[in-house]
């Protein structure tokens, strides 16, 4: 069993930076796949960026490339999403979730999630 729990998001200007962080309880963090998510008003949610159990890869949606960046730190049972030049189109609930898999851009293969923080971008 992991729990997750995202902390960081806020309202914001287009244009400003936000981390969010997402604390992951028991000692098997390292092991999981790590994933970012989103949920716009009256959208589905859709992935954001994933970080592999080591942190050496990651993998991103074309729309946030170059702009946020993914990190772990398996030491600190923590992962971090730095969003840089943030646009109002990036408003939303972001969820972090886990995955006993290599790797997944679907939400369905995720076994755990937090409980969402709010980002709002504001034009």
């Known amino acids: 069993q992991v729990q997750l729990v995202e902390s960081g998001g806020g309202l914001v200007q287009a244009g400003d930076s936000l981390r969010l962080s997402c604390a992951a309880s028991?000692?098997?963090?390292?092991?999981?796949?790590m994933g970012w998510f989103r949920q716009a008003p009256g959208k589905e949610r859709e992935f954001v960026a994933a970080?592999?159990?080591?942190?050496?890869?990651?993998y991103y949606r074309d729309s946030v490339k170059g702009r946020f960046t993914i990190s772990r730190d398996n030491a600190k049972n923590t992962v971090y999403l730095q969003m840089n030049s943030l646009k109002p189109e990036d408003t939303g609930v972001y969820y972090c979730?886990?995955?006993?898999?290599?790797?997944?851009?679907?939400?369905?293969?995720?076994?755990?999630w937090g409980q969402g923080t709010q980002v709002t971008v504001s034009s």
């Open positions: 028991g000692r098997t963090f390292s092991t999981y796949l």
């Open positions: 970080a592999r159990r080591s942190g050496g890869s990651t």
């Open positions: 979730a886990a995955a006993s898999r290599i790797f997944s851009r679907s939400e369905s293969e995720y076994d755990y």
